[in-house]
């Protein structure tokens, strides 16, 4: 969550839903419907559509400075398009990431495929996003991004390489311009449904599975611009059998972070690129144009790893930290806990917790205006289905409160609002209807709701990428103990560095740690 304008930011999270990021059929999806519910008037119905319908007040803009060319081409439509969803692309994933390294390491990636590139007068520029989620996508005019996340996952060049690839093959073959004329039809669809049904939950559930469905490219588009990244990789002297490989670890990290692994599906590279059993063995048949896996091509792991030493891990200290089941924010001065089981999800709008049971925590703040008693505000319209009756004031470590109930179809809730000098901090609980959960799950978050300490405060510093030598007494085990920032640490430390669960390691090799 992120601090910064807290009048404006603040009061926007509450509007700018990101629940929407899974299919309607997931357990996610209903949790964020039940929340959705809760919402207020028509600005909160809308707020549940997906990312492609929401407006951002966005400051930030366009980089001045492009990694790859010194200026997209002025008159070209395509790069215009690119330029107009530019600024929203950058400001929905936390702004760009700039660390003079690492740009220098995806600019020689980026370099080496744009050589090769089908259309030798293609620019692309590239964005590394502020962001720990795992994607790469592209826009019309070779408007290319790639988030910290990724980049973090990989283990060497020529993955991040396949990911590029295939997105400069999307640019080459213009499938922006093909899906904006598919985006055009769905808008007259979108009309009918919103006049037909404009009041009823259902018809925004419909254009919002309509927007998902045009944020993904058409399968045979996706396996077009797979068979153009292969080429590219080989022709660039990468190693042609990435593209595959790194799917396997973006998959491995799909289940390693999901509450639900078999269902959970985020707005991340591989809801948007199926990861299809055919997909990735029609990429190896490709790649074996340019000779056997393991005897081609080069994977350049060492100036790779050297690159995103010291890369930005997780949150950042504008949003707060997400310490195993513990949200931080030093900006703000708060802290608090979910329950044991829950992962923390936290966006640059609010923070989103979900756990077992179809259960589901959203925080978020705005600011406090003139409102006097939290009583009053907790009942001046902001919370639909809200029952009056149960609507009392509390403290919670000594901060003025208010708590309240709220049901709405097969959801209950439970509302709880802290008031902290100028800002309002909220906490929405939704469980099943009935469901005993509703209460010791949000007594957990007020019992743990407290200022930080000016030492807490002092004391929290980022999580970076840290790239180590193994020395002769090390082993796995030993190497995973020095991971910070999880408790599942040896999990997460085979995971990025794509080890399997047999693995050893030998003195002198370079594996990454997460770590302060």
Known sequence: MTVGNAAREMTEGWTRKAFSDAPATTP?????????????GATALSSCQSILDQTYQA????????????????????????????????????????DAKTERLVARIAGALTAVSEN???????????????????????YLYVTRGLLALANDASEVAAVLSHEMGHVTANHGIERQ???????IASRVVAEVLSSDLAGKAALARGKLRLAAFSRQQELQADVIGVRMLGEAGYDPYASPRFLDSMAAYARY?????????????????????????????HARAFGQEGTVGDRGRDYYLAGIDGLLYGDSP??????????????????????????????????????????????????????GSLTNYMTSGWVAGLLPDTVREITVNGLPAATARASAE??????????????????????????????????????SFRRMTPQEIASLKPLRVRVVTVGANDTITSLAARMMGTDRK???????????????????????????
């Open 28 to 40: 996610r999806r209903l949790r964020s419907a039940a929340l959705c519910l809760l919402l207020a």
């Open 59 to 98: 400051n930030v803009s366009p980089s001045s400075n492009p990694q790859i060319v010194d200026e997209v081409q002025k008159n070209d439509p395509r790069a215009q398009m690119g330029a107009r969803e530019h600024p929203r692309i950058v400001a929905s994933y936390g702004g760009e990431y700039h």
């Open 120 to 142: 030798p007068n293609q620019s692309f520029r590239i964005t590394i996003l502020n962001s720990p989620a795992i994607n790469a996508f592209a826009l019309p005019g070779g």
């Open 181 to 187: 004329k598919r985006e055009e039809a769905e808008v």
């Open 257 to 285: 972070s999901a509450v639900d692994p078999d269902n959970d599906q985020s707005l991340d590279f591989l809801s948007s690129h199926p990861n299809a059993p055919q997909r990735v063995e029609l990429a190896r048949q």
């Open 318 to 371: 504008e949003e707060g930290y997400v310490r195993n089941e513990t949200f931080l924010h030093g900006g703000l001065g708060i802290r608090f806990d979910v329950p044991e089981g829950f992962r923390i999800d936290n966006k640059v709008e609010a923070v989103l917790a979900t756990g077992p049971n179809e259960t589901a925590i959203r925080f978020d703040g705005v600011a406090a205006g003139d409102t």
């Open 410 to 447: 097969r959801w209950d809730f439970d509302v709880t609002v802290i008031r902290i000098d100028k800002q309002i901090f909220r906490f929405l609980t939704a469980v099943p209807k009935g469901s005993a959960i509703l209460q010791p799950t949000a007594d957990i978050l007020r019992q």
């Open 490 to 516: 040896l999990d997460l430390f085979k995971l990025i560095n794509a080890m399997p669960a047999s693995a050893t390691v030998s003195p002198g090799q370079k594996v990454k740690i997460i770590s302060e």
